[in-house]
């Protein structure tokens, strides 16, 4: 039924920052604006009426929470919960809760596990002990990963995830703390911090080097889902680069209101992340966007496969359009690095070429043409 709305696109995402508060200090945080401020039942009643009611019954919706650390204001979880349940029970929703992981008393636990069919959390955990305590410290400085339970997430909810960030501090083991996930059971979602832009050469060649050992650890167990870095749709290399062109869907398929009520196209974009820069994107959907005629990227043969972002570029170079030279060399590295794990992978399978499945059929040609693009092709940026 989800696979079904996301073909039509019918789909909305909705992310309420909950509170601006946290009660960690993450060296890599992107929210440079944190606040006592918490968003009020009644904020939260009018959001959900107004998305419900301007989109109707046909959308599946996604009420995600977010922060800061939402759980700091798990009595609204509570009341959003208890208030959609009443209002829109006809309605196709479900919810999303990223989170620390550090504040899930026996109470909290209790309440999500009788919801668990309808809940699915992202759980911020950066690998190794090692590594999740250099990149996610309380304020004091002492580690975090000791205070999160495992088995809540890994034994109460199919395929959990787990958002490893990458900062400049654990770059360079940065693959054991991946490899760490999976052997938990967790389903990694790896990225970047967001400001990638201050890496040296040195980085760079640790990134090399670690991500060629995921290479050799994906293509040797195939059973293995790939971590959403290196996991692309290969295929898309052959969308036509004057297609219509748009990063993501923030602002579009996807909206965070702040704490006040007011939306802003992603949490990245928001007052909590930006400040007063937050202005600029208040209400902006990207519907009009598009290349400048002299941006670079607009040539780009692997632009379609770009995991570059509006927030990450304005991050990086103050412009949503223009992302740094550092961005582009990462986005080739992972786009190579997973076309070497695809390949791996058929060759593994000893399939008969005279007995291709269509799939493996496109696959193989989208992996021979990243291999020519990569080859041949000078960085753009």
């Known amino acids: ?30 929210e440079f604006n944190k606040s006592p401020k918490t968003m009020s039942f009644e904020t939260a009643k009018e959001i959900i009426d107004s998305e419900f009611n301007k989109y109707g019954k046909e959308i599946l919706y996604t009420i995600e929470f977010f922060g800061g650390e939402p759980l700091l204001n798990f009595e609204l979880i509570r009341n959003i919960y208890d208030y959609v349940s009443c209002e829109y029970n006809d309605y196709n929703y479900r919810y999303c809760l990223t989170t620390n992981g550090t504040l899930f008393t026996n109470e909290i ?63 360079p083991e940065y693959s054991s703390g991946v490899i760490h996930l999976h052997k938990l059971g967790f389903v990694p979602i790896v990225d970047m911090a967001s400001l990638a832009n201050y890496w040296t050469d040195a ?24 971590a959403r870095m290196l996991d692309y749709d290969l295929r898309r290399v052959f969308i036509d680069k004057n297609a219509p062109f748009q990063y993501c869907g ?55 496969l770009c995991r570059s972002c509006y927030a990450s570029n304005y991050n990086q170079t ?43 059929e496109m696959l193989i040609k989208s992996i021979l043409r990243i291999q020519t693009v990569l080859n041949n092709d000078t960085f753009l940026c």
């Open 318 to 360: 103050k412009d949503v359009q223009q992302q740094s030279k550092i961005q582009c060399k990462i986005n080739r590295i992972t786009i190579a690095a997973c076309a070497k794990i695809q390949y791996n992978r058929l060759m593994k399978k000893r399939l008969d070429k005279h007995n291709l499945l269509k799939e493996h």
């Open 109 to 171: 636990k209790e309440w999500f596990l009788k919801r668990r069919q309808e809940f699915e959390f992202a759980l911020s955990l950066d690998g190794t002990e090692k590594l999740h305590n250099l990149n996610r410290p309380y304020h004091d400085g002492s580690g975090s990963y000791k205070d999160i339970d495992f088995s809540f997430f890994l034994d109460n909810f199919d395929e959990p995830r787990a958002k490893m960030t990458i900062s400049k501090q654990t770059l």
């Open 203 to 226: 980085d760079l060649n640790y990134f090399i080097i670690e991500t060629e050992k995921l290479v050799r650890y994906y293509s040797d167990n195939p059973d293995k889902k790939i």
């Open 250 to 304: 923030a602002g579009k398929n996807m909206v965070t209101y702040d704490v006040d009520g007011k939306w802003y196209p992603c949490m990245a974009l928001s007052p909590v992340s930006q400040g007063k820069d937050a202005l600029k994107f208040l209400n902006e959907d990207f519907e009009d966007f598009s290349f400048d005629a002299n941006n670079k990227c607009k040539k780009c043969n692997l632009l379609r």
């Open 1 to 30: 039924m989800i696979d079904e709305y996301i073909k039509q696109n019918k789909i909305r995402k909705i992310v309420l920052i909950l509170t601006q508060a946290c009660n960690l200090s993450c060296v890599y945080c992107y």
